[in-house]
């Protein structure tokens, strides 16, 4: 079973907007992490945020931790054409790393 | 350059043909994975290793043989593929689940 669901399952915009992504998850988790995989490719890591973290940055992505919903938020600002990727997140449970099912980030030029 | 390696990219095979996919790191990790990725079902845990001689099943284990022998190989191995096996496989690794994973290339496996 999934621990993590993404949501929207695809999302389309255009370049300069922002894109935000939302995973929620059932368990208990030490850590949330957001990857990225471009078309059949590996998956890139993005971020890790600690359950005893609220709010983490790294360059134009803005990640948001709630453990009380548990649910995680995944924000990337002024997104650009290059952002066209499928975007999971992934949570700890019981010694695995599971994975959502992704969304679809599509950003047009 | 701190990489997992991945062999074969691409696999075509039998029904029944024993194969193996290799997946080697040099970053001294101690935890590898292997998942697969179908369409509409995202990425599907099969099995890990928390260290050498330690594997424990994933989500979708059945039809799949994995060994820990060394630190920095974990192979998988599928004894009899079948087509519902027909799938893309990525290896990762990562110092513990508490740390980034970093992920192989991919093998894009068909059976036929």
């Known amino acids: 079973s999934q621990q993590g669901e993404e949501d929207p399952q695809a999302l389309s915009i255009q370049e300069g907007e922002n894109a935000t992504m939302n995973c929620s998850y059932k368990?208990?988790?030490?850590?949330l992490q957001w990857y990225r995989q471009n078309s059949g490719r590996g998956l890139v890591h993005l971020i890790l945020?600690?359950?005893?973290?609220r709010e983490k940055h790294s360059g134009r992505l803005r990640v948001t931790l709630d453990t009380s919903k548990k649910s995680s938020s995944l924000l990337i600002t002024a997104s650009r054409a290059a952002d066209t990727a499928s975007y999971f997140c992934?949570?700890?449970?019981?010694?695995?790393?599971?994975f959502g099912q992704g969304t679809e980030l599509s950003v047009k030029p | 350059e701190a990489q997992v390696t991945q062999n074969p990219r691409y696999l075509i095979t039998v029904t029944g043909k024993k194969l193996t996919v290799t997946c080697s790191q040099n970053?001294?990790?101690?935890?590898m994975s292997w998942y697969r990725q179908d369409p509409g079902l995202g990425l599907r845990q099969i099995y890990y290793?928390?260290?050498?001689?330690?594997?424990d099943k994933g989500d979708v284990p059945e039809g799949y043989k994995v060994s820990r022998k060394e630190k920095r190989n974990f192979p998988l191995i599928l004894e009899s593929p079948s087509p519902n096996q027909t799938s893309l496989y990525f290896c990762?690794?990562?110092?513990?689940?508490?740390?980034?994973?970093?992920f192989g290339s991919g093998t894009q496996l068909s059976v036929l």
């Open positions: 990762a690794s990562s110092l513990s689940t508490n740390e980034k994973l970093f």
């Open positions: 368990t208990s988790i030490n850590n």
């Open positions: 945020i600690r359950s005893n973290e």
């Open positions: 992934a949570t700890d449970a019981r010694g695995k790393l599971i």
């Open positions: 970053m001294n990790h101690e935890y």
């Open positions: 290793s928390m260290n050498v001689e330690v594997t």
